[in-house]
């Protein structure tokens, strides 16, 4: 696992063989790590926490632009749409929607980051 700033959002991890909890962003957190602290966040909280990670996707998107591969970035923008409209016409409970959908990008962004090897948003 690595750390990075690309969405900004912190909580607190620790990576297995680390003792202590260390400032993580939420998107490279453990997969129990970022669903505990949805758990207790409210419907307006995961929302701005939505729109911040979708914001953190289009501003990575922006970095690894390249026009010679214009096919390549619509193909990932294209999958990560499908799979949020896969969420939002599966699951009836708003509350889980966002859960869901916040885990998603949270998978999402870190797997493009590792792809392209994106430290932070500014790289």
Known sequence: MKRRNLSGIY???SFPGENHLIPTC?????AKTLLDWMSSKDEHWLESVE?????TFSQMMNCIADPADKEGI????????????????TIQ????RYRN??????????DIADLFDIINKED
């Open 51 to 55: 729109k911040h990670l979708l914001n």
């Open 11 to 13: 909580i607190f991890d």
């Open 26 to 30: 939420i998107e490279d957190c453990q």
């Open 74 to 89: 619509e193909l990932i923008i294209n999958e990560m749409h499908k799979h949020l409209n896969e969420i939002n016409t």
């Open 101 to 110: 959908r916040i885990f998603f990008l949270c998978r999402y962004i870190h």
């Open 93 to 96: 409970d708003e509350l889980e």
